[in-house]
């Protein structure tokens, strides 16, 4: 099973930035889509970005022109970059990846443990 490992959380004033990465690993396996969620206290989980492959991304519409999707093909590794932070961003991210081994076309899913981001003063 692949395994998905976040990284980059952490505590930041209002209005400052974070950059969250996400690497998958393992074996025998391509990597489709990779992307962010956040779940905040007493909130539903929700999707926050994801890319392709082929680097077509999609964003959460109140992180449109603060946040940032990349990924690295050759290293499996997603980045998530974060401007302009408000207190209402605050919440753990959890990364995914979406995946298909070589000798198969089912698709999978998997997510790391999550990163915790607080924006406050």
């Known amino acids: 099973q692949v395994q998905v490992v976040e990284s980059g959380g952490g505590l930041v004033q209002p209005g400052g930035s974070l950059r969250l990465s996400c690497a998958a690993s393992g074996s025998g396996f391509e990597i489709n889509t990779m992307g962010w969620y956040r779940q905040a206290p007493g909130q539903q989980r929700e999707m926050v970005a994801s890319i392709q492959r082929n680097d077509t991304a999609i964003y959460k519409d109140s992180v449109k022109g603060r946040f940032s999707i990349s990924r690295d093909n050759a290293k499996n590794t997603v980045y998530l970059q974060m401007s302009s932070l408000k207190p209402e961003d605050t919440a753990v991210y959890y990364c995914?990846?979406?995946?298909?081994?070589?000798?198969?076309?089912?698709?999978?899913?998997?997510w790391g443990q999550g990163t915790q981001v607080t924006v406050s003063s």
């Open positions: 995914y990846a979406s995946y298909a081994y070589y000798y198969s076309e089912f698709v999978h899913r998997s």
